[in-house]
């Protein structure tokens, strides 16, 4: 009879070089809540115990991508392999974080968005291809409380998991030269929301007169991978009337 | 202590070794796309291999130089003249308030580098001073460099202004040092590169006529190719899995290969995190080999391990060390 461990360790991580600057840590192969948690609390951990010649890491879906400098982790030249040696620092914490990290009050962030109208100029679309009316597809749009799996694409720009199967809608055939910041599309099974004006094919549904993005803020993305949103239908009106931060 | 672009070139932007660690937030790095030429530039004027300095592509500004400053080019050989002379790359350059460097035909390599001791002063956002274009901040008002644009430089550094002081000449425009750093430190851009690769997480999905002609055939850099990447035309290559991928981080480097079967190789403004299959990635010591090439250029693929690849970058940190310890030996005191 054995007492189980009062913090399951995470599951096993595949490990890979990206290149000679660069490994992967794969957390599982699709989409999923505990892969997402897995990929935070080590996030946490290796950024409370970074090893000489980390650069950054990145998250995504299912992965973690560490960028280290490989001269500075071969603690120039004394250790001749540096992938092996930075890829042993990250088994050895890999074995030491807990599958559950201790994460912050799940606050849940709002977002404002108008839907329809100019600012979302496909929303009839995304009714017709999902044979809903206008107010349903706001209705399920607005319900969820949506996972950030990672900000990408652009400065800011999250992807955001959680989005109601039934507005799943393809991309649009030719993408919009210019798409504004603040709007809020749906490509395939994913929503997101624009950070910069920049060319885009998602399905535009609506806008946030919020800013995603500022290079002057100390912190210059609004939204973090791991946090948690809804979206709140607001009126053209209630749009003109936010203030810009 | 300042620089006032008269004509702006092609594409001339502020940049630096990067902006790290903010890709979590989608904001890309950036930097220099031949990062070891301006960190070569740099160690001539004494600056820190962190300054920053200017990325000329392919047809040079015309820059006047506004009070007595020490510069160094590095990287491509744009034909640059000093007062309409001829002025030699890869060695640090005493020049006159007034005097104007300009640039002639692209000789060798598309990007040269422009250091001035001191650094390009423009402000740091979030921790570097590299433009991003496409996000608008950075650099110079986060923009390509404009005709009537005035750039701060810094104060040189003891090495720099002793190294100044050595060269100035009281009637002249311009005085080059005698030293230039040897071929491994200033190499002249290939015509024809072979970029040595590493292979990445998908190559197993690609089948084994598409790895081979990878590795053996040239492919063309057509003209869709600027910082963030280069769309390379050649022999198809497919996947024998067609399964969607998850986005993912990407590198410099990073081979891509969409869905039609011509690859992309990525450049210093590329974006964060991708969805493409990754075939192979170029090794960072090439990365300047492959910064250097142009559209209409032919490029080849040759394979190498992570450990080769690791051991090459040692040997560049080393000779880059030695240019460091002489330049400190030799001028610092």
């Known amino acids: 009879m054995s007492v189980a461990p009062p913090l399951p360790a995470l599951p096993p991580v595949r490990l890979f070089p990206l290149g000679d600057a660069a490994v992967v840590l794969e957390f599982g192969s699709a989409i999923s809540p505990a892969t997402h948690a897995a990929i935070a609390a080590f996030s946490a951990r290796l950024a409370a115990r970074p090893f000489v010649g980390l650069r950054e890491a990145v998250p995504a879906f299912t992965t ?57 100029p496909d929303l009839a679309f995304v009714a017709q291809h999902s044979g809903l009316s206008l107010e349903e597809v706001i209705a399920l749009h607005t319900a969820p409380e949506y996972l950030v799996h990672m900000i990408g694409f652009a400065p800011g720009f999250p992807y955001l998991g959680g989005l109601d199967a039934r507005l799943a809608t393809p991309r649009r055939p030719q993408p919009r030269p210019l798409v504004a910041a ?28 919020l800013r995603l993005f500022n290079p002057e803020w100390a912190a210059p993305s609004r939204l973090r991978a791991g946090q948690r949103l809804r979206l709140v239908a607001i009126s053209e009106e209630e749009f003109e009337q936010q203030p810009q931060p | 202590m300042s620089l006032r672009i008269l004509r702006p070139g092609l594409l001339t932007t502020v940049q630096d070794l990067g902006r790290f660690g903010y890709q979590q937030d989608g904001i890309i790095v950036s930097g220099a796309m031949d990062a070891q030429a301006l960190r070569v530039a740099n160690l001539l004027v004494g600056n820190p291999e962190t300054a920053a300095g200017l990325e000329i592509t392919l047809l040079g500004p015309r820059i006047r130089f506004e009070a007595d400053h020490f510069m160094a080019l590095t990287g491509a050989h744009l034909s640059p003249t000093l007062n309409g002379q001829p002025v030699a790359d890869n060695r640090a350059v005493w020049v006159a308030a007034g005097t104007e460097l300009a640039f002639g035909p692209a000789v060798a390599g598309c990007r040269s580098y422009l250091a001035v001791a001191g650094g390009v002063a423009v402000p740091l956002v979030l921790g570097s001073r590299s433009t991003y274009l496409r996000a608008s901040f950075g650099g110079h008002e986060g923009r390509a460099l404009r005709a009537g644009d005035v750039l701060p430089v810094g104060k040189p550094s003891t090495i720099g202004s002793g190294l100044m002081q050595l060269l100035e000449q009281p009637k002249a425009a311009w005085t080059a040092a005698s030293f230039t750093p040897g071929p491994a430190l200033c190499p002249r851009p290939p015509y024809r590169p072979v970029l040595r690769a590493v292979r990445g997480p998908e190559y197993g999905q690609f089948s084994a006529e598409s790895q081979q002609a990878f590795w053996q055939e040239p492919f063309t850099i057509t003209p869709a190719a600027d910082r963030m990447g280069y769309r390379l035309s050649g022999p198809p290559l497919m996947r024998h899995e067609e399964a969607e991928l998850l986005s993912s981080a990407v590198t410099f480097g990073t081979v891509q290969v969409p869905a039609g079967g011509q690859p992309i190789v990525l450049g210093a403004d590329h974006q964060t995190t991708g969805g493409y299959p990754r075939l192979a990635l170029v090794i960072s010591v090439d990365w300047p080999a492959l910064a250097q090439a142009a559209p209409g250029q032919q490029l080849r693929f040759r394979e190498v391990s992570v450990r080769e690849a690791q051991a090459l970058v040692a040997a560049r940190e080393q000779a880059v060390a030695g240019l460091r310890r002489g330049m400190e030996t030799v001028f610092g005191r």
Do not use: K, M, N
């Not at chain 1, 001749?80 to 074995?95: C, D, I, M, S």
């Not at chain 1, 009050?105 to 709002?110: D, G, I, K, T, W």
């Not at chain 1, 809020?184 to 535009?204: D, K, M, R």
């Open chain 1, 64 to 120: 973690l991508t560490v960028y280290y400098d490989p001269w500075r982790a071969s603690e120039h030249g004394r250790h001749p392999e540096p992938y092996e040696r930075v890829a042993t620092q990250l088994q050895l914490l890999l074995a030491e974080t807990p599958a559950t990290a201790a994460t912050a009050a799940a606050q849940v962030v709002e977002i404002p968005v108008c839907y329809g109208g100019a600012f979302g």
């Open chain 1, 182 to 209: 603040g709007a809020v599309g749906i490509a395939g099974p994913q929503t997101g929301i624009y950070s910069l004006p920049t060319p885009g094919g998602w399905q535009l549904i609506g806008r946030t007169p």
